[in-house]
């Protein structure tokens, strides 16, 4: 075969493979200049985004397509065990991720470039994103943990890449320990389930279902895959550090790990557990004994699933209520985001995985906007309380409005993407009926409790009376002061089209949703057809 | 024929946009917009049987309607699909009366204009949007999208508590819409419809199981029941009415309590027959809880718009007991009994409102005797009050009555209820007026003055309109008869 | 009833007032034309109708539709009726003109009155109970603010609330009535009609004007019976029949012109010619007619004993009113609609005159308290006179106009006695009343006019009042005396006999019963003999505070204690009760929403506490975290799927 | 080799995992931290290669294999820990992670 016909489906990952080479390189040529280095980030990014959707089947761009249409969602012939293969979810949330990295690459365009350590920022931020493509195209179970290794790594790096700030080091700190412990647990998983079958290659895995002579191995194997996965998807009770990483890192790298990092999770629940699900409810119960009794794998573990789901949006929104600080609210609130994604995972129908999807986009922008502007009015000098906020919204109408719009998407408000992804979750979970109907009803109470926290806020910021001597108003008044450095009053342009265009979105894709879900949804399909 | 209701629509949205944008002449567009608004009902009003003037053929079913596909995945059709029937059709008049009622009242506003009359606008807009949706995404969309403008309407513009009244209500309200929205979703995947418009809906759910539908009624219910308000559901709306702008309070007892009723009239009593024959006791029970607590709390309260908030909820409760009676007076008193009540105690509170505005304070026991001082005023607070408690040749005794000798048909003695309170309503009404506008001055500073001539030019449109469809009810009764349900010759 | 919307359209005028009595004027020559047009050619009459609410035929309680319509009828009681308001409200306008010259207010006051005559004609007129309860209601908010007029006045202020509220009792016991009679007729009705449900409550179905109740009573004895005796509650809410008779007095707050329009001619006559056209258009069961005979009765004694001792001029009179509304009522209930209606229209004209006389005699000298007038006979000659005529025809002295109707009412009455024993104790109590009536009327006269100077000096030299206020006096003397002559102008009677026929048993006008009659008048006699004993020559009789009759004198004055115990209903009662459910709806209620608004709050502290920041203990979650899963899976799992199968 | 000897390797990679968590869980020390995450690591890594001896499924090298990528990942990951507590030394003055609490509730 051409070298072009192997590499060209990855093109993507090639591109930022090389945007990660080139910036390392500047950079020990000493060329760390913001604009270059963030250049070549945002480059990359853009373009294999524009590539990945055009792999989508997205006719405007088909001259970029490089992945032959037929190897996409290609069922695999009996026996191989192929480690990656391309599937359109797959794709699909390789879009994602994509987003997410430009996204933040753009914002941090505009960082104070006196700020150092850029090449590092966006090097490792390139190469996180590296491994999350890698992620999305996995069939193969350790090349799927490895591929979540180089994220975390990266992503340890990256909350301490400014090596001086002791919050970013504890963050790092606490980061690794936590991630590290997880790695152990999915690794002592993956061990068992290959001791039960042999294998880990997901497709047979999926195949197997529970027939295999040591049941009680694969039970054990997924509880501790569980485990480890969980620490990425952030579900309670294996949340704890999120917060105060999210919390410590700065505040770009805090919106591309809450954005970005953590749908690598998502997807990975995705491919290891609708294994067992589906599977299992396919096969009916082929059943593991411990005290006799025989069970059903796929139930036990939707229930399993269910009971986290729950317990993560509750426990998530309800720790967000009285939080004084903006990050860690926003922190606690994306736990509970993640309880919500959980429920299409429980569900496993592929209405629910598409559901689970497009919440994934819409936290994509969502959170990455949310922190992001959190990053903004900081750099106006705002300090990190809530309280602090007060009266923003009337010195910055337009910051403001965004922000509002990000928070009403996050509650699920309509004409917003945050709502539309929550409708079509839920309809999925009624349209499952059974007990998942209470899936639904939990997360639509748990989104009614959201409200108050993030009514919270707008309250204080279009309610309350701005503080005197209001740093903010600095850049309201002479329009575009403040550091001298940042145009756009005091945002810098980066940041400034970022939110912009996250806020566009929300609204656009939340008034005519069908753009993005008509794909997902096919995606979603072909996803849980395969190989049950 | 023109996509009449997708103009009107465009004609808020852009006004909406408009109005925000025009900053410190918002109220000159808000103007404009409510009035191309309130032309263009009439034009819609003109071309709907029943209204007079109206020549040509009695539509079946619903008219003007519009379909166009929204969300279309394996498993879910979502239409932008609207329509109006008589029933929508009166709301919307309300809703375009009011608000160009509200308009001219707030024509005074200074603080913010812009972002005021841009809410203002935007609150009616939604309140159209649930009037005439067809499809219950749209329903819901806009039925939540009126929240937001009023939270910051409250929030912003609202008295000393307004901050936890705004959220109050915004909370209180979400977890409602949100039991509903479940009510809903179930509607649609448990009768299996094909999609999510009316019509599908409305005939897929016949087949639904008798307890099934009961279960379903139940959580539509409690999702209007919120905005009705029911009680034991109510506590919000005292908080919210006392801490609103005057604006604010018109158009949330005008046409968001409305919302409750249209959507339990649209949306369950229609789609879930038995549903409703099954709950029926139950809601009779609640409804004659609403009617006797809400005016036996009006009597307690010293506040002008607290026990205004208090006998909307007795109204409301009169409401829900007409629609419960499941029969076709009953209906048309429900609905007769809304548009009045929208007119009335946007009124009401409008009066109650410059009574603040005049004289500093809306605690009864501390005014008195502004009659002289404000004879505009009183006159106005006089002819509301009036109104409210079913004087004929105003508009609430048509409704009322309606309503009573539906009650009577269908539950025989029990009418005695609503027919006592009645007697307490007007105790506390006409004892309002005593303490307030006659007997001693009290609390009347020297330089009192009379009305500002746009909140007597507001508030003089809804006596006007009062009396008129006072006398006048059938020019209501006979665009509300045209609706698909009943058996009326919409059907 | 343009004359109404005329009225309120012209109030802001200066001379609105004399617009406003034009206009009565003319509705005055209307309303007499349609009597005379009555009287020449008795009968029935309906006029053209609009419908009001229309509801179309659909299946249900109204399978071929529910329509409310608006139309007028008339016949003899309507345009018996009609003369009387006109005629009295012409007066009574043109008498304001001179009495409430110096008030403040008149426009809205002209315009309240005319409304208050145009419903109170819209009410005569009407021809179907709806239409007339609409009216009835309008009448009951006007006079809410007539008596208010002086809305200054907290006592003002207060007794037009009290007179609504009362009157709204009744009125919801009407409306009620209205039900009941409307289950009975709704869809079955009358021979030949469609049913009250498919043209409205009407009172004549085609040309037919047969009571409904002949055709109705079978098997729905016992729920018309309940009707009737509802629509009597509201009767006696209007006409102030005991027991809702406590506003009447109190409604002397207003200007003593509207108190002589109420008492004469508009609100309390409204009450008593619904009795009437309801027992000769749907008729009464036996039970009712004892019921409202008893009412009637009871009151008449009732009242007049109230009025015996209370020293207020004014409030003499409104007792003497609700006394001879309760004779009226007792007509009405023997059944003898017509001879009620007549005592009214004679009624009518002595009462206003009596009203507008005392209304000078306060003009004149500023106070209502009898105690402190005397001897104005000396500069007020016309209205000495005047209330004198008034007095002797309240006394029912011949051939004052008061004779002859309460005569004719006794009589007929007694006629009834032997089929209806039971009417006895109540025929007792009204004969006994002719005694008190004469009595309490001529002490308010000696108290006044008698002596030879006010018993106050401090009060205003005394004057009479400008013509405008003359003229009416003299005119209403003249109706005084004349008015019980003309049942025997041919024309009247035959409108009287007309309209009566219908109750079933012919009345009788005129001398019937001499011996009666004498006995009557004797009473009468007596009564103002003892007045003159007692209170004579300025004589002031001053009951011994020993005196046996001190407690009797004080219940009176208190007016047993009636009002008391209404306002202790509605303030204490009612009121405390509001407090606690306000009480509850605030702490209990809205106590549990923010409960768990806290509940929520206590929760978020518990959880945030467990966020310590040391990583060890974030692993040590991931742990439990691990395990707990395997209880989920291993344990909790099994069971539940073994429970429910499944899921 | 047998079920019964598997079951004897598996006890002991048991025995490893659980010391390590032990560890993870009791340590203060960032290093005997990261020493306790190894050992357990480890038992991870000794169950793919009993598992590639013990013929339950497809093929039997693998598991070796998987064993020295996974050997190779565990240098890494201590490098990036060690690099991470180093500053973290720098800055703070303590390789105790009990002391570094300043982000907390």
């Given at each position: 075969m051409t070298f072009s016909s192997f590499a060209g489906p990855f093109l993507p990952e090639l591109l930022l493979l090389a945007g990660v080479l080139l910036i390392f390189l500047l950079d020990v040529l000493h060329v760390s200049r913001l604009e270059v280095v963030g250049g070549i980030a945002v480059v990359a990014t853009l373009l294999a985004l524009a590539s990945v959707i055009a792999d989508l089947g997205?006719?405007?761009?088909?001259?970029?397509?490089?992945?032959?249409?037929?190897?996409?969602?290609a069922v695999p012939a009996a026996g191989a065990a192929p480690l990656f293969a391309f599937t359109s979810l797959g794709l699909v949330f390789q879009g994602l991720f994509l987003l997410a990295a430009f996204l933040v690459a753009l914002a941090s365009m505009?960082?104070?470039?006196?700020?150092?350590g850029a090449p590092i920022f966006y090097g490792l931020l390139l190469l996180a994103t590296l491994g999350m493509l890698l992620v999305a195209i996995a069939s193969d179970l350790i090349f799927l943990l490895l591929a979540i290794e180089v994220v975390s790594i990266a992503s340890y790096l990256l909350v301490a890449y400014?090596?001086?700030?002791p919050r970013g080091l504890e963050a790092a700190m606490k980061f690794f320990v936590i991630g590290a412990l997880s790695t152990v647990l999915s690794f002592f998983g993956a061990s068992l389930l290959f001791g039960a079958?042999?294998?880990?290659?997901l497709y047979l895995l999926r195949a197997a279902?529970?027939?295999?002579?040591?049941?009680i191995l694969v039970l054990l194997g997924y509880a501790f895959l569980f485990a480890g996965l969980a620490f990425k998807v952030t579900?309670?009770?294996?949340?704890?550090?999120a917060v105060d990483v999210y919390d410590g890192s700065p505040d770009d790298v805090s919106a591309y790990l809450a954005?970005?990092?953590?749908?690598i999770g998502i997807f990975a629940f995705f491919l290891v557990f609708l294994g067992p699900v589906l599977a299992v409810n396919a096969v009916g119960s082929s059943g593991y004994g411990l005290f006799g009794g025989s069970v059903a794998l796929g139930p036990s573990f939707q229930l399993a699933l269910g009971a986290i789901a729950v317990l993560t949006m509750t426990v998530g929104n309800v720790l967000a209520l009285?939080?004084?600080?903006m990050k860690r609210m926003l922190a606690y609130s994306s736990i509970s985001q993640a309880g919500y994604m959980l429920i299409g995972i429980t569900i496993g129908t592929a209405p629910a995985i598409g559901g689970a999807t497009l919440q994934v986009l819409a936290h994509v922008l969502m959170k990455t906007g949310a922190f992001l502007v959190v990053g903004a009015v900081a750099a106006l000098?705002?300090?990190?309380?809530?309280?602090?906020?007060?009266?923003l919204g009337q010195r910055r109408p337009l910051l403001g409005t965004a922000f509002a719009l990000m928070l009403l998407s996050l509650a699920g408000v309509p004409l917003t993407i945050g709502f539309a992804s929550k409708f079509v979750l839920f309809s999925a979970a009624v349209a499952a009926q059974g007990w998942f109907v209470w899936l639904a009803v939990a997360g639509l109470l748990n989104s009614a409790l959201s409200v108050f926290y993030y009514a919270r806020v707008l309250r204080v910021m279009f309610f309350d009376a701005p503080p005197a001597?209001?740093?903010?108003l600095a850049g309201a008044v002479v329009g575009?002061?403040?550091?001298?450095?940042?145009?756009v009053g005091g945002l810098g342009w980066g940041r400034a089209v970022t939110i912009a265009l996250i806020a566009v979105l929300i609204v656009a894709l939340g008034v005519y949703p069908q753009v993005v879900l008509g794909p997902i949804q096919s995606a979603a399909y072909h996803f849980v057809s395969l190989g049950a | 024929m023109l996509p009449w209701l997708s103009i009107i629509l465009a004609t808020l949205a852009v006004g909406t946009v408009a109005t925000f944008a025009a900053g410190a002449r918002a109220r000159w567009v808000a103007l404009a917009t409510s009035a191309i608004f309130l032309a263009e009902v009439g034009l819609l009003l003109a071309s709907?049987?029943?209204?007079?003037?109206y020549s040509g053929s009695l539509v079946p079913g619903f008219s003007d309607t519009e379909t166009y596909s929204w969300i279309s995945i394996a498993w879910m059709h979502v239409d932008y699909a609207v329509g109006v029937d008589g029933i929508s059709l009166v709301f919307i008049l309300l809703t375009a009366v009011l608000q160009i009622a509200t308009v001219v009242y707030s024509w005074?506003?200074?603080?913010r204009p812009g972002a005021y009359f841009g809410l203002v606008t935007l609150t009616c807009l939604g309140c159209f949007g649930v009037f005439v949706s067809l499809d219950i995404l749209l329903f819901f969309l806009f039925w939540e999208a009126v929240l937001v403008p009023m939270f910051f309407l409250i929030g912003y513009w609202?008295?000393?508590?307004?901050r936890y009244a705004a959220l109050k209500f915004f909370v209180y309200t979400h977890v409602a819409s949100i039991v509903m929205l479940v009510g809903l979703l179930a509607l649609v995947f448990y009768s299996g419809?094909?999609?999510?418009?009316f019509s599908s809906v409305y005939a897929a759910a016949r087949g639904l199981a008798p307890v099934v539908q009961t279960f379903l009624f139940l959580a539509l219910f409690f999702g209007f029941a919120v905005k009705f308000p029911i009680v034991p559901f109510h506590t919000w709306l005292p908080d919210a009415h006392v801490e609103a702008p005057t604006g604010g309070s018109v158009l949330l007892a005008g046409l968001l309590l409305k919302l409750g009723g249209y959507g339990l009239i649209r949306w369950a009593v229609e789609v879930l027959p038995s549903g409703l024959h099954s709950v029926q006791p139950l809601l009779f029970v609640i409804a004659f809880l609403t009617i006797i607590w809400g005016s036996v709390l009006s009597l307690a309260q010293r506040d002008l718009k607290r026990l205004v908030a208090y006998s909307s909820i007795n109204h409301m409760g009169i409401v829900l007991l007409a629609i419960a009676l499941d029969s076709s007076l009953g209906l048309l008193a429900a609905v007769l009994l809304m548009f009045a009540h929208g007119i009335v105690s946007a009124l009401l509170f409008m009066a109650s409102g410059s009574v603040h505005h005049q004289?500093?304070?809306?605690?009864i026991a501390s005014l008195g005797g502004i009659t002289p001082s404000a004879p505009a005023l009183s006159t106005m607070l006089m002819a509301g009050s009036l109104a409210s408690l079913g004087?004929?040749?105003?508009?609430?005794f048509p409704a009322e009555f309606s309503a009573f000798l539906a009650t009577w048909n269908g539950l025989g003695y029990w009418v005695l209820i609503p027919l006592v309170v009645l007697v307490v309503t007007a105790a506390f009404y006409l004892w309002m007026m005593q303490r307030v506008l006659f007997g001693a001055k009290k609390?009347?500073?020297?330089?009192a003055h009379d009305l500002p001539w746009y909140e007597s030019t507001g508030m003089g449109l809804l006596v006007a309109l009062t009396v008129l469809f006072g006398i006048l009810p059938s020019l209501l009764v006979n665009v509300i008869v045209n609706s698909p349900i009943k058996g009326w010759p919409g059907t | 009833m343009i004359v109404g919307f005329a009225g309120t359209r012209l109030e802001?005028?200066?001379w609105g007032g004399w617009i406003a009595v034009l206009l009565s004027g003319a509705a005055m020559v209307v309303g007499v034309l349609i009597a005379i047009g009555e009287m020449l050619s008795p009968g029935t009459y309906t006029n053209v109708q609009f419908t009001w609410l229309h509801l179309p035929?659909?299946?249900?309680?109204f399978p071929n539709g529910l329509s409310l319509v608006m139309g007028t009828l008339v016949d003899p009681l309507s345009s018996l009726m009609l003369v009387v308001v006109t005629v009295v409200g012409f007066l009574v306008m043109l008498y304001s003109i001179g009495y409430m010259h110096?008030?403040?207010?008149l426009p809205r006051y002209y315009a309240e009155l005319s409304l208050f005559l145009a419903s109170m004609t819209g009410l005569v007129l009407a021809n179907n109970l709806l239409e007339f309860f609409l009216f009835w209601e309008l009448v009951g908010v006007c006079s809410y603010f007539l008596i208010g007029?002086?809305?200054?006045?907290p006592s003002a202020a207060s007794a037009a609330k009290e007179a609504f509220l009362v009157t709204r009792v009744g009125d919801v016991l009407f409306l009620l009535g209205i039900f009941l009679f409307f289950s009975t007729?709704?869809?079955?009705?009358?021979?030949?009609?469609?049913?009250w449900a498919a043209n409205?409550?009407?009172?004549?179905?085609?040309?037919t004007s047969t009571p409904f109740l002949a055709s109705a009573m079978g098997g729905h004895t016992l729920l018309l019976t309940i009707a009737g005796l509802l629509i009597l509650g509201g009767a006696a809410g209007k006409s102030a029949?005991?027991?809702?008779?406590?506003?009447l007095p109190d409604?002397?707050?207003?200007?003593t012109t509207v108190s002589a329009l109420i008492h004469a001619a508009t609100m309390v006559a409204a009450g008593v010619y619904l009795l009437a056209i309801t027992s000769v258009f749907i008729g009464f069961t036996p039970a009712d007619q004892l019921a409202i005979v008893a009412i009637g009765g009871f009151t008449t004694f009732f009242a007049a004993t109230m009025a015996?001792?209370?020293?207020d001029i004014k409030r003499v009179i409104a007792y003497s009113t609700i006394s001879q509304l309760g004779y009226m009522v007792l007509a009405i209930g023997a059944g003898f609609a017509m001879v009620g209606l007549y005592h009214l229209f004679t009624h009518a004209f002595f009462k206003a005159l009596l009203f507008l006389a005392a209304g000078s005699v306060i003009h004149a000298?500023?106070?209502?308290?009898l105690f402190k007038m005397g001897g104005l006979r000396k500069r007020m000659r016309v209205t000495a006179a005047a209330f004198a005529v008034g007095g002797l025809a309240l006394a029912g002295?011949?051939?004052?106009a008061g004779f002859w109707s309460k005569d004719d009412i006794l009589s007929s009455v007694y006629s009834q006695l032997g089929t209806h024993p039971d009417y006895w104790p109540f025929f007792l109590l009204a004969f006994a009343a002719v005694f008190l009536t004469a009595y309490y009327i001529f002490r308010a006269w000696f108290l006044a006019?008698?002596?030879?100077?006010?018993?106050?000096?401090?009060?205003?030299e005394a004057h009479e009042g400008p013509w405008v206020m003359q003229v009416p006096l003299v005119v209403l003397s003249a109706f005084a005396v004349v008015a019980g002559l003309f049942v025997f102008v041919p024309g009247f009677q035959s409108l009287l006999l007309g309209g009566a026929g219908v109750a079933g048993i012919p009345p009788t006008y005129g001398l019937t019963d001499l011996g009666l009659s004498a006995i009557s008048v004797g009473l009468g006699l007596g009564g103002i003999g003892l007045a003159w004993g007692l209170w004579g020559n300025g004589r002031v009789f001053v009951l011994a505070?020993?005196?046996?009759l001190q407690p009797v004198r004080r219940l009176l004055l208190n007016r047993y204690y009636f009002k008391d115990a209404y306002d202790w209903i509605g303030l204490r009662a009612v009121y405390s009760f509001a407090r606690a459910a306000d009480f509850f709806d605030r702490f209990v209620i809205d106590g549990t929403v923010r409960g768990l608004e806290r509940m929520f709050a206590a929760a978020s502290d518990r959880l945030r506490s467990?966020?310590?920041?040391v990583v060890s203990d974030y692993a040590a979650y991931v742990v439990a975290g691990l395990l707990s899963l395997f209880v989920l899976l291993l344990i909790v799992g099994p069971y539940l799927l073994a429970r429910f199968g499944g899921g | 080799m047998t079920a019964l000897a598997l079951t004897g390797f598996l006890g002991l990679s048991a025995a490893l995992f659980g010391i390590g968590i032990f560890g993870i869980l009791t340590r203060r020390n960032f290093i005997l931290l990261l020493i306790s995450i190894e050992i357990a690591m480890n038992a991870a890594i000794l169950n793919f290669v009993y598992f590639a001896a013990f013929?339950?499924?497809?093929?039997?090298?693998s598991g070796q294999s998987i064993a020295v990528v996974l050997v190779g990942f565990a240098a890494t990951e201590v490098a990036v820990g060690l690099a991470i507590v180093l500053a973290l030394n720098r800055v703070k003055g303590t390789i105790n992670v009990a002391r570094a609490t300043e982000l907390k509730q």
């Amino acid at each position: 075969m051409t070298f072009s016909s192997f590499a060209g489906p990855f093109l993507p990952e090639l591109l930022l493979l090389a945007g990660v080479l080139l910036i390392f390189l500047l950079d020990v040529l000493h060329v760390s200049r913001l604009e270059v280095v963030g250049g070549i980030a945002v480059v990359a990014t853009l373009l294999a985004l524009a590539s990945v959707i055009a792999d989508l089947g997205f006719a405007p761009l088909a001259l970029l397509a490089t992945i032959p249409a037929r190897s996409i969602d290609a069922v695999p012939a009996a026996g191989a065990a192929p480690l990656f293969a391309f599937t359109s979810l797959g794709l699909v949330f390789q879009g994602l991720f994509l987003l997410a990295a430009f996204l933040v690459a753009l914002a941090s365009m505009s960082r104070p470039s006196a700020e150092r350590g850029a090449p590092i920022f966006y090097g490792l931020l390139l190469l996180a994103t590296l491994g999350m493509l890698l992620v999305a195209i996995a069939s193969d179970l350790i090349f799927l943990l490895l591929a979540i290794e180089v994220v975390s790594i990266a992503s340890y790096l990256l909350v301490a890449y400014t090596r001086k700030d002791p919050r970013g080091l504890e963050a790092a700190m606490k980061f690794f320990v936590i991630g590290a412990l997880s790695t152990v647990l999915s690794f002592f998983g993956a061990s068992l389930l290959f001791g039960a079958y042999g294998t880990t290659n997901l497709y047979l895995l999926r195949a197997a279902g529970t027939a295999v002579s040591y049941p009680i191995l694969v039970l054990l194997g997924y509880a501790f895959l569980f485990a480890g996965l969980a620490f990425k998807v952030t579900l309670v009770p294996f949340h704890a550090w999120a917060v105060d990483v999210y919390d410590g890192s700065p505040d770009d790298v805090s919106a591309y790990l809450a954005g970005g990092t953590k749908k690598i999770g998502i997807f990975a629940f995705f491919l290891v557990f609708l294994g067992p699900v589906l599977a299992v409810n396919a096969v009916g119960s082929s059943g593991y004994g411990l005290f006799g009794g025989s069970v059903a794998l796929g139930p036990s573990f939707q229930l399993a699933l269910g009971a986290i789901a729950v317990l993560t949006m509750t426990v998530g929104n309800v720790l967000a209520l009285l939080q004084k600080e903006m990050k860690r609210m926003l922190a606690y609130s994306s736990i509970s985001q993640a309880g919500y994604m959980l429920i299409g995972i429980t569900i496993g129908t592929a209405p629910a995985i598409g559901g689970a999807t497009l919440q994934v986009l819409a936290h994509v922008l969502m959170k990455t906007g949310a922190f992001l502007v959190v990053g903004a009015v900081a750099a106006l000098g705002v300090g990190p309380l809530i309280s602090d906020w007060r009266g923003l919204g009337q010195r910055r109408p337009l910051l403001g409005t965004a922000f509002a719009l990000m928070l009403l998407s996050l509650a699920g408000v309509p004409l917003t993407i945050g709502f539309a992804s929550k409708f079509v979750l839920f309809s999925a979970a009624v349209a499952a009926q059974g007990w998942f109907v209470w899936l639904a009803v939990a997360g639509l109470l748990n989104s009614a409790l959201s409200v108050f926290y993030y009514a919270r806020v707008l309250r204080v910021m279009f309610f309350d009376a701005p503080p005197a001597a209001d740093p903010a108003l600095a850049g309201a008044v002479v329009g575009g002061a403040g550091p001298p450095a940042l145009p756009v009053g005091g945002l810098g342009w980066g940041r400034a089209v970022t939110i912009a265009l996250i806020a566009v979105l929300i609204v656009a894709l939340g008034v005519y949703p069908q753009v993005v879900l008509g794909p997902i949804q096919s995606a979603a399909y072909h996803f849980v057809s395969l190989g049950a | 024929m023109l996509p009449w209701l997708s103009i009107i629509l465009a004609t808020l949205a852009v006004g909406t946009v408009a109005t925000f944008a025009a900053g410190a002449r918002a109220r000159w567009v808000a103007l404009a917009t409510s009035a191309i608004f309130l032309a263009e009902v009439g034009l819609l009003l003109a071309s709907y049987p029943g209204w007079p003037g109206y020549s040509g053929s009695l539509v079946p079913g619903f008219s003007d309607t519009e379909t166009y596909s929204w969300i279309s995945i394996a498993w879910m059709h979502v239409d932008y699909a609207v329509g109006v029937d008589g029933i929508s059709l009166v709301f919307i008049l309300l809703t375009a009366v009011l608000q160009i009622a509200t308009v001219v009242y707030s024509w005074g506003e200074s603080q913010r204009p812009g972002a005021y009359f841009g809410l203002v606008t935007l609150t009616c807009l939604g309140c159209f949007g649930v009037f005439v949706s067809l499809d219950i995404l749209l329903f819901f969309l806009f039925w939540e999208a009126v929240l937001v403008p009023m939270f910051f309407l409250i929030g912003y513009w609202g008295g000393p508590n307004r901050r936890y009244a705004a959220l109050k209500f915004f909370v209180y309200t979400h977890v409602a819409s949100i039991v509903m929205l479940v009510g809903l979703l179930a509607l649609v995947f448990y009768s299996g419809a094909t999609s999510f418009d009316f019509s599908s809906v409305y005939a897929a759910a016949r087949g639904l199981a008798p307890v099934v539908q009961t279960f379903l009624f139940l959580a539509l219910f409690f999702g209007f029941a919120v905005k009705f308000p029911i009680v034991p559901f109510h506590t919000w709306l005292p908080d919210a009415h006392v801490e609103a702008p005057t604006g604010g309070s018109v158009l949330l007892a005008g046409l968001l309590l409305k919302l409750g009723g249209y959507g339990l009239i649209r949306w369950a009593v229609e789609v879930l027959p038995s549903g409703l024959h099954s709950v029926q006791p139950l809601l009779f029970v609640i409804a004659f809880l609403t009617i006797i607590w809400g005016s036996v709390l009006s009597l307690a309260q010293r506040d002008l718009k607290r026990l205004v908030a208090y006998s909307s909820i007795n109204h409301m409760g009169i409401v829900l007991l007409a629609i419960a009676l499941d029969s076709s007076l009953g209906l048309l008193a429900a609905v007769l009994l809304m548009f009045a009540h929208g007119i009335v105690s946007a009124l009401l509170f409008m009066a109650s409102g410059s009574v603040h505005h005049q004289y500093g304070t809306r605690d009864i026991a501390s005014l008195g005797g502004i009659t002289p001082s404000a004879p505009a005023l009183s006159t106005m607070l006089m002819a509301g009050s009036l109104a409210s408690l079913g004087l004929p040749a105003l508009i609430g005794f048509p409704a009322e009555f309606s309503a009573f000798l539906a009650t009577w048909n269908g539950l025989g003695y029990w009418v005695l209820i609503p027919l006592v309170v009645l007697v307490v309503t007007a105790a506390f009404y006409l004892w309002m007026m005593q303490r307030v506008l006659f007997g001693a001055k009290k609390g009347v500073p020297a330089d009192a003055h009379d009305l500002p001539w746009y909140e007597s030019t507001g508030m003089g449109l809804l006596v006007a309109l009062t009396v008129l469809f006072g006398i006048l009810p059938s020019l209501l009764v006979n665009v509300i008869v045209n609706s698909p349900i009943k058996g009326w010759p919409g059907t | 009833m343009i004359v109404g919307f005329a009225g309120t359209r012209l109030e802001r005028l200066e001379w609105g007032g004399w617009i406003a009595v034009l206009l009565s004027g003319a509705a005055m020559v209307v309303g007499v034309l349609i009597a005379i047009g009555e009287m020449l050619s008795p009968g029935t009459y309906t006029n053209v109708q609009f419908t009001w609410l229309h509801l179309p035929p659909a299946p249900g309680a109204f399978p071929n539709g529910l329509s409310l319509v608006m139309g007028t009828l008339v016949d003899p009681l309507s345009s018996l009726m009609l003369v009387v308001v006109t005629v009295v409200g012409f007066l009574v306008m043109l008498y304001s003109i001179g009495y409430m010259h110096h008030d403040h207010g008149l426009p809205r006051y002209y315009a309240e009155l005319s409304l208050f005559l145009a419903s109170m004609t819209g009410l005569v007129l009407a021809n179907n109970l709806l239409e007339f309860f609409l009216f009835w209601e309008l009448v009951g908010v006007c006079s809410y603010f007539l008596i208010g007029f002086y809305y200054e006045k907290p006592s003002a202020a207060s007794a037009a609330k009290e007179a609504f509220l009362v009157t709204r009792v009744g009125d919801v016991l009407f409306l009620l009535g209205i039900f009941l009679f409307f289950s009975t007729y709704a869809l079955a009705g009358p021979a030949g009609s469609g049913g009250w449900a498919a043209n409205g409550f009407v009172f004549v179905v085609g040309s037919t004007s047969t009571p409904f109740l002949a055709s109705a009573m079978g098997g729905h004895t016992l729920l018309l019976t309940i009707a009737g005796l509802l629509i009597l509650g509201g009767a006696a809410g209007k006409s102030a029949q005991f027991p809702l008779h406590v506003w009447l007095p109190d409604a002397m707050e207003g200007p003593t012109t509207v108190s002589a329009l109420i008492h004469a001619a508009t609100m309390v006559a409204a009450g008593v010619y619904l009795l009437a056209i309801t027992s000769v258009f749907i008729g009464f069961t036996p039970a009712d007619q004892l019921a409202i005979v008893a009412i009637g009765g009871f009151t008449t004694f009732f009242a007049a004993t109230m009025a015996v001792v209370h020293p207020d001029i004014k409030r003499v009179i409104a007792y003497s009113t609700i006394s001879q509304l309760g004779y009226m009522v007792l007509a009405i209930g023997a059944g003898f609609a017509m001879v009620g209606l007549y005592h009214l229209f004679t009624h009518a004209f002595f009462k206003a005159l009596l009203f507008l006389a005392a209304g000078s005699v306060i003009h004149a000298i500023g106070t209502q308290d009898l105690f402190k007038m005397g001897g104005l006979r000396k500069r007020m000659r016309v209205t000495a006179a005047a209330f004198a005529v008034g007095g002797l025809a309240l006394a029912g002295i011949p051939p004052f106009a008061g004779f002859w109707s309460k005569d004719d009412i006794l009589s007929s009455v007694y006629s009834q006695l032997g089929t209806h024993p039971d009417y006895w104790p109540f025929f007792l109590l009204a004969f006994a009343a002719v005694f008190l009536t004469a009595y309490y009327i001529f002490r308010a006269w000696f108290l006044a006019f008698s002596g030879d100077h006010p018993r106050d000096p401090t009060l205003p030299e005394a004057h009479e009042g400008p013509w405008v206020m003359q003229v009416p006096l003299v005119v209403l003397s003249a109706f005084a005396v004349v008015a019980g002559l003309f049942v025997f102008v041919p024309g009247f009677q035959s409108l009287l006999l007309g309209g009566a026929g219908v109750a079933g048993i012919p009345p009788t006008y005129g001398l019937t019963d001499l011996g009666l009659s004498a006995i009557s008048v004797g009473l009468g006699l007596g009564g103002i003999g003892l007045a003159w004993g007692l209170w004579g020559n300025g004589r002031v009789f001053v009951l011994a505070e020993t005196s046996a009759l001190q407690p009797v004198r004080r219940l009176l004055l208190n007016r047993y204690y009636f009002k008391d115990a209404y306002d202790w209903i509605g303030l204490r009662a009612v009121y405390s009760f509001a407090r606690a459910a306000d009480f509850f709806d605030r702490f209990v209620i809205d106590g549990t929403v923010r409960g768990l608004e806290r509940m929520f709050a206590a929760a978020s502290d518990r959880l945030r506490s467990a966020q310590t920041g040391v990583v060890s203990d974030y692993a040590a979650y991931v742990v439990a975290g691990l395990l707990s899963l395997f209880v989920l899976l291993l344990i909790v799992g099994p069971y539940l799927l073994a429970r429910f199968g499944g899921g | 080799m047998t079920a019964l000897a598997l079951t004897g390797f598996l006890g002991l990679s048991a025995a490893l995992f659980g010391i390590g968590i032990f560890g993870i869980l009791t340590r203060r020390n960032f290093i005997l931290l990261l020493i306790s995450i190894e050992i357990a690591m480890n038992a991870a890594i000794l169950n793919f290669v009993y598992f590639a001896a013990f013929p339950t499924g497809a093929s039997g090298l693998s598991g070796q294999s998987i064993a020295v990528v996974l050997v190779g990942f565990a240098a890494t990951e201590v490098a990036v820990g060690l690099a991470i507590v180093l500053a973290l030394n720098r800055v703070k003055g303590t390789i105790n992670v009990a002391r570094a609490t300043e982000l907390k509730q």
